[in-house]
């Protein structure tokens, strides 16, 4: 269990707030003068009682109460707005800060996380900000200032009420931090559940129509039910306890206000003290109530903010990408052309306990011509290509382009120079148009125009009902295979990319298609530096030089009839037409 407050914790809450502590200040002071404008009405009752007795006039103090009612009401009102603005500008900067932080991770952090989960911290944690960070901290500040002002001033009138209203509230105060704890325990269990269950339904929409073939809808459904469930527990048992604490408070007041009632009248009968001064000391305990009920629904607020902070910190904690300070790939034109690559002892594991990769891939690749990597699933085919994209780094060994090692470069730079098509050719949700500019936006429309028709995209073009601005549907839902790997062929080939990497791209293409793809890949080679995962014979004899890998090493470099004389797995490949492999190779 978390301690009632956890420093570190709150440091971090108090990070998201610093930017708008001015207008929380302002917004404070504001409800803090409120509340001891209506601190100081019992004293004006007390006053008015007293001159009633003795026969007095009364015109003045009831406008005088007037005024202090309607300007405690305006000044709230203010301050209020105030904390409410903050409030949202709160929970903006950290959804920027958030957004940031999970574009900038590293592939392999994102790759452990759940995205329903990061995405249920970026919508349901960042609003759970919205009242802490201003709202909860200012009614902790102010609520506790009020109720020592209101206090000062009972025991100014009579200690021995005063005495009796604290043993009462201190009861108040005890279990209020019993429950504090448990609120907080309660709301982190909820809101990890509800990540949990959004992570869940993530994964069962991204394979929609697998779990409709396989029929699995009422097991799917019953999982997402059960982390519901579990969810509601832990919100039930939060509610159950903020329940708890805010009952006690009115609990307490109504006792402390029958207490008095009872002593007080005694002390009234007996002289001890004036009447006045006991109705002004049951109005400060009506009007006590407001502050405490602040200073406990700050505290329970804070703990579920707690709770939420500590989720957002999982996030921050998360290893991001390094910046560069070097020079970048794509902003030499003087330089436009193909890129070399080189791989010195390059070795390579995806996690500690897991066996290596590549071991001791060494291997050149010239800054013009297509190289093909070929092999048997598994020997690191794909791998080579996430190294080169920087989206893990190698345990050892170097990769360089132009000399440089990767590491020396840009991140943004080289990645704007490498054009990427990945074996299972994601689309973005929105039209073809932006699909095929997304790496680079301010192409001009002659520019997609020629890369659309070299990658025979325009039949299906012409055929769209809005064209190039025609929706291709969630993860481009509403295109074929075939058509979402020529569409990434495309996107790649419309950044100007100094080095294509192409993982498998003609694996759903129809035999026209692959050859015209074919065709586009070879004049592409021409200008730039072409890396193909190859699993068909009729591609890899395309390739102006063949590296077979096998278990993660170089295993023979040459042409396809080098290979062939040369290579006697190559050669069972070529004659078996066997160059198939899986996803990941």
């Known amino acids: 269990m978390h301690t009632l407050i956890d420093r570190t914790t709150l440091r971090a809450l108090l990070e998201h707030a610093r930017p708008q502590r001015r207008t929380i200040l302002c917004g404070g002071l504001l409800v803090l003068l409120s509340g001891l404008a209506a601190a100081a009405l019992p004293l004006a009752a007390k006053e008015l009682v007293d001159r009633l007795g003795a026969g007095g006039g009364i015109t003045g103090l009831l406008v005088l109460l007037v005024g202090l009612a309607l300007a405690g009401a305006v000044i709230a009102m203010a301050g209020n707005y105030l904390l409410e603005r903050a409030a949202e500008s709160v929970v903006l900067g950290a959804r920027k800060r958030l957004a940031r932080r999970l574009l900038s991770l590293r592939v392999p952090e994102f790759q452990r996380a759940e995205p329903g989960d990061l995405l249920s911290r970026f919508t349901g944690d960042t609003t759970l900000l919205r009242e802490v960070c201003t709202h909860a901290l200012v009614g902790l500040i102010t609520g506790t200032a009020t109720t020592v002002v209101m206090v000062v001033m009972m025991g100014t009138m009579d200690l021995v009420l005063l005495g009796i209203t604290l043993a009462v509230l201190a009861v108040v105060g005890l279990l209020a931090l019993a429950g504090m704890p448990m609120i907080e325990k309660s709301s982190h269990a909820a809101q990890s559940a509800v990540g949990e269950t959004g992570a869940r339904l993530e994964r069962v929409l991204g394979a929609f129509g697998t779990v409709k073939a396989a029929g699995a809808e009422a097991r799917e459904i019953a999982a997402v039910e059960h982390g519901a469930r579990e969810a509601w527990r832990a919100g039930v048992r939060s509610a159950r306890w903020e329940a708890l604490v805010h009952g006690v408070n009115g609990l307490a007041v109504q006792a402390s206000f029958l207490a008095v009632l009872g002593v007080g009248g005694a002390r009234v009968a007996t002289g001890a003290i004036p009447l006045s001064t006991l109705v002004a000391f049951l109005l400060f305990l009506f009007f006590l109530e407001e502050p405490i009920g602040q200073v406990l629904h700050a505290g329970s607020k804070l703990q579920i903010g707690f709770a939420a902070v500590r989720r957002l910190r999982e996030v921050e904690q998360m290893r991001t990408e390094p910046v560069g300070t070097g ?259």
């Not at 990769?357 to 093909?372: F, W």
């Not at 098509?421 to 680079?440: F, I, K, T, W």
């Not at 995962?533 to 395309?542: E, G, I, K, Y």
């Open 327 to 585: 020079g970048s790939v794509a902003a030499r034109p003087a330089e436009r052309g193909g890129g070399r690559l080189s791989f010195s002892d390059v070795r390579f594991r995806y996690g500690p306990d897991l066996p290596e990769v590549l071991r001791g891939v060494s291997v050149e690749v010239p800054a013009s011509g297509m190289t093909a990597f070929v092999g048997p699933s598994g020997a690191g085919k794909s791998t080579l290509f996430a190294l080169i994209e920087r989206f893990h780094e190698p345990d050892s060994g170097r990769i360089r382009l132009d000399g440089r090692d990767l590491a020396d470069w840009d991140l943004v730079g080289l990645r704007a120079g490498i054009g990427y098509v990945e074996q299972d050719a994601p689309m973005l949700s929105g039209s073809l148009r932006e699909n095929l500019v997304y790496g680079r936006p301010d192409a001009t429309d002659e520019e997609v125009r020629d890369v659309v028709a070299r990658t025979r995209l325009d039949s299906l073009v012409d055929r769209l009902p809005a064209g190039l601005d025609t929706p291709v549907g969630h993860c481009g839902g509403s295109l074929s295979g075939g058509e979402r790997q020529r569409v990434a062929l495309a996107r790649a080939l419309v950044s100007l990319p100094r080095v294509l990497l192409l993982d498998e791209i003609t694996s759903q293409l129809d035999a026209a298609n692959e050859m015209a793809i074919r065709d586009v890949v070879t004049t592409a080679a021409k200008t730039m530096t072409v890396l193909v995962v190859a699993h068909r014979l009729s591609t890899v004899t395309q390739a102006d030089r063949i590296v077979v890998l096998d278990s993660g090493t170089v295993r023979a470099v040459g042409t396809h009839d080098e290979l062939v004389a040369s290579d006697p797995l190559y050669a069972e490949f070529a004659a078996t037409q066997l160059l198939t492999g899986e996803r990941g190779g």
